[in-house]
């Protein structure tokens, strides 16, 4: 077993693998994905982390990076953004319960929350969906201020979650993959769009394709990255072209 395997056996929070065989075979898929996308970034490794999920190489080309954190507004901003807020122990937030089972519990110390099943009385009297509902429910009482917002599934949600920030909610980084041939993109793009106008750290894919395994696994990646950096083995406070810059001086010196 190398001692990348033991560290993934002890703490690994990505793609759930528990027993030595999938770990391999988690270690192997990662490495073929590698062979089609760039690993210089810490979008990189989210844009790998989506073409896994999805089994689509070209994936990577859909997916965006919005908003600033208190560095820049690279492309990195979102993930060091999430990161940060995974060592902080901020909570999670999804839209759905799906969107919740798929994030790993290990590596961390988040609660993760559910918005469906709040605001059931909002969701009757105003006709709206019962996640958008949800979302307004629980930015009455506070939760999405300095939480992982994450919209996996319902367009409705990341509108409402739009409008929160828009009247002055502040999580610490979205990840928003709403799918369907209904709203989806223009929910994405509404995010994005608030994104850049209050520098809220994003991360949301274009096109009708996502959903809510996508969002888990990006989730999981900003995780992931958060135990890197708490185990030494990565530099949170770079930008993406001084880490590009490293990883190239460093390919360099192994030449």
Known sequence: MTERS???????????ATTQEAMDIAETSMDIVRQFVP????ADRVRQKSVHSMGDIEFQHLIEFTGSDEIGDDEDAPVRAGARAVLEDATIVTDITMSKAGITSRGHDCEKRKAIGNGAELAAE?????????V???DKQGVYDGAIAVVGNAPTAAFALADCIENGTRPAAIVATPVGFVKAEESRGRIREISERYDVPAITNVGRRGGSG?????????IHVAKDVRTDELELELTADERAARTDAAGSEDT
Do not use: H, P, V
């Open 126 to 134: 105003t006709g709206m969906t019962r996640t958008a509902a949800s």
């Open 6 to 16: 033991q560290e993934f056996d002890r703490e690994y929070a990505d793609l759930g």
């Open 39 to 42: 690993d210089e970034t810490l």
């Open 136 to 138: 307004l429910e629980l």
């Open 214 to 222: 996508l969002a888990a696994a990006l989730t999981n990646e900003l």
